[in-house]
């Protein structure tokens, strides 16, 4: 009995020794710093740039309070942001004009849970670009705790949204044309044609906002057939034509997407698909762009369409890319635009082509822009 004892006792002495220095790394372990923003499934968020500028608030946080300060490095990390890129299609930059303090860091103080890091950008013109600010946690300066290997990075969008001059157009006069007036002889397997739009009524059928392609390549982009109400899209394309649901509401604002990615068609409203087809294969295997025309349809066109931002491109544009530049400009200088109306002169007959491909488009009457409306601002 004796022995049974002694041998109790070695092996509770063990089991303390052993559960002892288990909780001990656990206690250590257990604790994490990271930043608070990372804790959610998102791995960015996006701050507006106003015109007094913005302030990116970075909160980091512990699992839980410490007896003794906390100081956590902070630093940028490009490789982020492009891997960021990657996954979302998206064409962020690092804002070059602003670089975090070789020493900048954050102190959670003892007994507390959290504290934050401000950077203030100032107001700038982005130029049709996209920046952000990809953060990462650096080392744990003070502090015996571990940091979050999943939570320890997040990315700040910073977004410029359009506030812009639209023109308010009818085509009862005329119509919108655009340079060279000669064919343009631009050979495409894939395309797409992005836009806002904003119609006063649907009061008449054939009310065309684009005119497009070439004779044999027609993309024919209207509000209404001969069937009423006219209050739904419908586009002809190499022989083919589809529609959507008749449920435009009048003075309204819709972002619009026509996609063709060499075998499907895609109408996309407001950052969704909404109704597509498999039109017949064009000619040769490209669709060919002669011209391109806005408001068309002469004497059908009597209501008044509010326009903004037509980009034509030569590639089929991701959902993500249309969905992540809805209510932003975007850089002229792409490759893969044909041209860029951003049609916020405010004033004039003329639209300038800003990727300087010089497809200027021009009124052919004064009376087709019936007035240019300031302000606009599409993401409210």
């Given amino acids: 009995m004796k022995r049974i004892y002694q041998s109790s006792i070695l092996t509770v002495l063990f089991a303390m020794i052993f559960f002892g220095c288990d909780n001990a790394e656990y206690s250590t372990k257990s604790n994490s710093v990271y930043i608070a923003d990372a804790a959610s499934s998102s791995k960015s968020t996006t701050v507006f740039i106003e015109t007094t500028g913005a302030d990116i608030n970075i909160i980091v946080r512990l699992a839980k309070k410490m007896e ?17 890129n990657e996954q979302n299609s998206t064409e962020y930059e690092l804002l070059s004009s602003y670089k975090l303090p ?21 107001n700038f013109d982005t130029q049709g670009k996209n ?89 024919y982009i209207r509000f209404g057939d001969a069937n009423g109400p006219y209050n739904y899209l419908q586009v002809k394309t190499l022989g083919g034509q589809v529609e959507t649901a008749r449920d435009f509401v009048p003075n309204t604002w819709y972002h619009l997407a026509f996609v063709y990615d060499g075998t499907t068609f895609t109408i996309y ?17 490209e669709v060919r762009m002669d011209l391109v025309e806005m408001i068309s349809s002469g004497s059908y066109f009597p209501d008044k369409c509010g326009m903004s931002q037509v980009r034509l491109w030569k590639v089929a544009r991701t959902p993500n890319q249309i969905k992540n530049n809805l209510f932003f400009a975007i850089s002229p200088d792409n490759p893969d635009l044909i041209a860029y109306w951003p049609m916020d002169e405010g004033t004039g007959l003329s639209f300038t082509d800003i990727t300087g491909n010089g497809h200027t488009a021009t009124a052919t009457s004064a009376s087709v822009i019936t007035e240019w409306e300031p302000n606009v601002r599409f993401d409210k």
């Fill in 102 to 122: 070789e020493n900048a860091k954050v102190t959670i103080p003892a007994g507390d849970i959290s504290a934050g890091y401000r950077i203030h950008i100032d």
């Fill in 131 to 219: 920046y952000a600010f990809p953060i990462e946690l650096g080392d744990v300066v003070t502090g015996n705790v571990d940091m979050s290997v999943t939570q320890s990075k997040f990315i700040y969008l910073l977004a410029k949204p359009l506030i812009v001059s639209v023109p308010v157009m009818t085509g009862t006069q005329g119509k919108i044309t655009t340079l060279p007036e000669e064919k343009w002889g631009i050979g495409v397997a894939q395309w797409s044609l992005e836009c806002w739009v904003r119609m006063s009524a649907f009061s008449k059928n054939n009310q065309a906002i684009f005119n497009l392609g070439s004779s044999d390549h027609e993309i």
């Fill in 68 to 84: 003794r300060d906390t100081e956590v490095t902070l630093k940028l990390n490009p490789a982020l942001l492009a891997e960021y």
């Fill in 269 to 285: 409203r407001n950052g969704e698909p909404d109704v597509k087809f498999d039109p017949p294969s064009p000619k040769n295997g």
